[in-house]
């Protein structure tokens, strides 16, 4: 088994708030919903689903900001910099932004998401693409597919 450990410190523009990665993710993704759209003022957002246990806010005190619903996406209070989303009832990863990361961690998506909702120019070097969401059997696949792609990439580098 690959190791899954790594240590990768990330935090918002101003620096107020810090936090600490130590696992790999399970996948990466962009999101072209009109939200993400909106939250980011870009054509998608990046995320880098994190195992919860491998994620921890080591300075400062994160806001819940964009919706106030069931999913929490957290903001710096001051710079108001969008951190990560713990998504309602998966409580097991958090989203991370990962390009809030020092060093270039993560920031391919591995797969795309809301294709029906993106701007017709954007495009991403994702393999795979979802008009929504991937279907739930989906996932184990997946995630087990971008771990293999993820160690061959650290072994190029």
């Not at 990863?93 to 961690?105: C, D, H, K, S, W």
């Amino acid at each position: 088994m690959q190791d899954q450990t790594i240590r990768a410190i990330g935090s918002c523009r101003c620096g107020r708030v810090q936090f600490e990665v130590t696992a790999r993710p399970l996948l990466t993704m962009a999101c072209h919903c009109h939200g993400c759209q909106k939250m980011t003022g870009s054509a998608f957002s990046l995320s880098a689903a994190l195992p919860a246990e491998g994620f921890r806010v080591t300075n400062g005190d994160p806001a819940i900001g964009g919706l106030h619903g069931p999913s929490r996406h957290y903001f710096c209070p001051y710079c108001m910099s969008w951190l990560f989303t713990r998504p309602e009832g998966m409580d097991f990863f958090v989203n991370v932004r990962p390009t809030m990361l020092t060093g270039n961690f993560w920031t391919e998506p591995f797969i795309e998401t809301c294709t029906a909702e993106k701007l017709d120019w954007a495009s991403t070097p994702a393999r795979y693409s979802y008009s929504q969401f991937p279907p739930p059997e989906a996932y184990e696949q997946l995630v087990a597919e971008f771990a293999e792609h993820e160690a061959a990439s650290r072994k190029e580098g």
